[in-house]
Nanobody, 121 residues
Framework: QVQLVESGGGLVQAGGSLRLSCAASGSIFMIDAMAWYRQAPGKQRELVAGSTSGGRTSYADSVKGRFTISRDNAKNTVYLQMNSLKFEDTAVYYC???????????????WGQGTQVTVSS
């Protein structure tokens, strides 16, 4: 059983910063790609930032230059540093990861439960 648990969400004023964390636990042999998605009320879930196991990163145009994704592979954790937050960044943020539970299993995709980020204008 694998779990992804996010933390670090909250209420912040526009222009402020937050750092989200997502820790994977359980039966883990290898973690491939990890990513952050978000879903605002009435909108579809969208990809915010991604990180491959090799360290390549990618970002949505709306967050480039403001958000940074990083990971600590020893801790099975991915982070999202969010700076210069805007009202439109308000959403539930979800962690996502592709994980192998053993060397003999295939890769499965997992989601965290989400953490609310609210930016006041």
């Amino acid at each position: 059983q694998v779990q992804l648990v996010e933390s670090g969400g909250g209420l912040v004023q526009a222009g402020g910063s937050l750092r989200l964390s997502c820790a994977a636990s359980g039966s883990i042999f290898m973690i491939d790609a990890m990513a952050w998605y978000r879903q605002a009320p009435g909108k579809q879930r969208e990809l915010v930032a991604g990180s491959t196991s090799g360290g390549r990163t990618s970002y949505a145009d709306s967050v480039k230059g403001r958000f940074t994704i990083s990971r600590d592979n020893a801790k099975n954790t991915v982070y999202l540093q969010m700076n210069s937050l805007k009202f439109e960044d308000t959403a539930v943020y979800y962690c996502n990861a592709d994980i192998m539970s053993s060397r003999f299993s295939k890769e499965y995709n997992y989601w965290g439960q989400g953490t609310q980020v609210t930016v006041s204008s």
